[in-house]
């Protein structure tokens, strides 16, 4: 197996990279080989010694260092390059509300308790919300829309979806958790083909139309969500806060987003988008995607494992890591600078992603993070 390290340098004016590249000559590097040039994942996920006999080691393979000037551009005449921000919603009021029917949650009594540690909400209470939904049709969808909580999704070779809610209250008195327990509701919509499950609450309110204060509930409403759901379908999850998401052996399309928390999706073969915030992003493929896929963080590491035939463009940013690859690559041409006119005003933007492609090309996968590495690796599962 031969890996290719991609070595990302990105000056403050521009994102300039190094792309040191094996070979396409390179002989496959053994277990003993890649001692020698070292490993460039964690020990853990190397696979066992190569039982074939032993293979000289190759000498390790120097690097190629290209450096490119950035574009001198005048201050006075344009304004400098532009940088596109980041499309989170880091606060629960302000995630996009999506209109759907509403249905009661089933409801059961609650058995609070104090707790002296919490000086502010320190009044519990918790519920389990179990519930069954058939799902006979042959393309199916679900959604999660939550805000507080963990997301886990596991497929299966049933036709049914089975749902499990661990819901706890925290509240600065009596009186708050009663107010929690009527505000905040799972709303749910049912179809043969959709499940669509949103955590509905004041935080969801728009302030210029609602008069309730967004930081004065007085509680917290915490949904951690566990589903079993078919195995071929398409998904599309959410939280915010105090939760990670978790997916695994799914089929279909997936867009997964977090803020606060770490995303985790193992075992699957379809194509899709996986976004957080603060935690890192790891994603298997048990079969490769075969539509453009993005995966972003700000402040963590991400982690890709495809299956060993791989074809596929990628597109890499990081600002403070490294990029790494069990995959031979192509270093595709750097992007011209694209110019645009507003009124006497010219803009240059440059494209800061390293344009990188595995064997014969493919779908386009984007891969970009600010603090944290990059790496491509072969899943050996």
């Given at each position: 197996?031969?890996?290719?390290?991609?070595?990302?340098?990105?000056?403050?004016?521009?994102?300039?990279?190094?792309?040191?590249?094996?070979?396409?000559?390179?002989?496959?590097?053994?277990?003993?080989?890649?001692?020698?040039?070292?490993?460039?994942?964690?020990?853990?996920?190397?696979?066992?010694?190569?039982?074939?006999?032993?293979?000289?080691?190759?000498?390790?393979?120097?690097?190629?260092?290209?450096?490119?000037?950035?574009?001198?551009?005048?201050?006075?005449?344009?304004?400098?390059?532009?940088?596109?921000?980041?499309?989170?919603?880091?606060?629960?009021?302000?995630?996009?509300?999506?209109?759907?029917?509403?249905?009661?949650?089933?409801?059961?009594?609650?058995?609070?308790?104090?707790?002296?540690?919490?000086?502010?909400?320190?009044?519990?209470?918790?519920?389990?919300?179990?519930?069954?939904?058939?799902?006979?049709?042959?393309?199916?969808?679900?959604?999660?829309?939550?805000?507080?909580?963990?997301?886990?999704?596991?497929?299966?070779?049933?036709?049914?979806?089975?749902?499990?809610?661990?819901?706890?209250?925290?509240?600065?008195?009596?009186?708050?958790?009663?107010q929690a327990r009527k505000d905040v509701t799972l709303d749910i919509t049912q179809q043969p083909d959709a499940l669509k499950l949103y955590v509905n609450g004041p935080f969801r309110c728009d302030c210029h139309d609602c008069n309730r204060s967004r930081d004065g509930e007085g509680y917290i409403v915490?949904?951690?969500?566990?589903?079993?759901?078919?195995?071929?379908?398409?998904?599309?999850?959410?939280?915010?806060?105090?939760?990670?998401?978790?997916?695994?052996?799914?089929?279909?399309?997936?867009?997964?987003?977090?803020?606060?928390?770490?995303?985790?999706?193992?075992?699957?073969?379809?194509?899709?988008?996986?976004?957080?915030?603060?935690?890192?992003?790891?994603?298997?493929?048990?079969?490769?995607?075969?539509?453009?896929?993005?995966?972003?963080?700000?402040?963590?590491?991400?982690?890709?494992?495809?299956?060993?035939?791989?074809?596929?463009?990628?597109?890499?940013?990081?600002?403070?890591?490294?990029?790494?690859?069990?995959?031979?690559?192509?270093?595709?041409?750097?992007?011209?600078?694209?110019?645009?006119?507003?009124?006497?005003?010219?803009?240059?933007?440059?494209?800061?992603?390293?344009?990188?492609?595995?064997?014969?090309?493919?779908?386009?996968?984007?891969?970009?993070?600010?603090?944290?590495?990059?790496?491509?690796?072969?899943?050996?599962?």
């Amino acid at each position: 197996m031969r890996k290719t390290f991609l070595l990302a340098i990105i000056p403050t004016a521009a994102a300039l990279l190094l792309l040191p590249l094996a070979p396409a000559n390179t002989a496959p590097l053994t277990h003993a080989t890649r001692n020698v040039l070292g490993s460039l994942r964690p020990a853990a996920q190397d696979p066992s010694p190569d039982p074939s006999p032993f293979v000289a080691p190759v000498p390790p393979i120097p690097q190629i260092h290209v450096h490119v000037d950035p574009p001198e551009i005048d201050p006075p005449e344009i304004d400098p390059p532009e940088i596109d921000p980041v499309e989170v919603n880091v606060h629960p009021e302000e995630i996009e509300h999506e209109v759907m029917a509403q249905e009661d949650a089933d409801h059961e009594d609650f058995d609070f308790d104090i707790d002296h540690d919490d000086r502010e909400l320190n009044v519990r209470a918790e519920e389990k919300i179990e519930k069954s939904f058939p799902m006979p049709s042959a393309h199916r969808t679900l959604e999660i829309d939550n805000v507080w909580g963990s997301i886990d999704v596991v497929g299966t070779a049933s036709d049914q979806a089975k749902l499990t809610i661990n819901k706890s209250i925290r509240a600065e008195s009596k009186e708050k958790l009663e107010q929690a327990r009527k505000d905040v509701t799972l709303d749910i919509t049912q179809q043969p083909d959709a499940l669509k499950l949103y955590v509905n609450g004041p935080f969801r309110c728009d302030c210029h139309d609602c008069n309730r204060s967004r930081d004065g509930e007085g509680y917290i409403v915490k949904m951690d969500f566990q589903l079993q759901v078919p195995r071929d379908i398409d998904i599309k999850i959410k939280t915010v806060n105090e939760g990670r998401v978790s997916v695994r052996d799914i089929n279909g399309t997936f867009l997964v987003r977090n803020v606060n928390g770490d995303i985790q999706i193992h075992n699957i073969a379809g194509s899709g988008t996986a976004r957080t915030v603060n935690g890192p992003v790891k994603v298997s493929f048990r079969q490769n995607p075969r539509e453009a896929s993005d995966f972003q963080t700000v402040n963590g590491n991400i982690e890709l494992q495809f299956a060993r035939d791989l074809s596929a463009d990628f597109r890499f940013k990081t600002f403070n890591g490294g990029i790494y690859s069990d995959f031979p690559v192509t270093a595709m041409p750097v992007a011209a600078m694209q110019q645009e006119r507003r009124g006497n005003k010219v803009i240059f933007r440059a494209d800061r992603y390293t344009s990188a492609r595995i064997a014969s090309g493919g779908p386009q996968i984007k891969v970009e993070n600010l603090n944290g590495d990059i790496r491509i690796l072969e899943n050996h599962e």
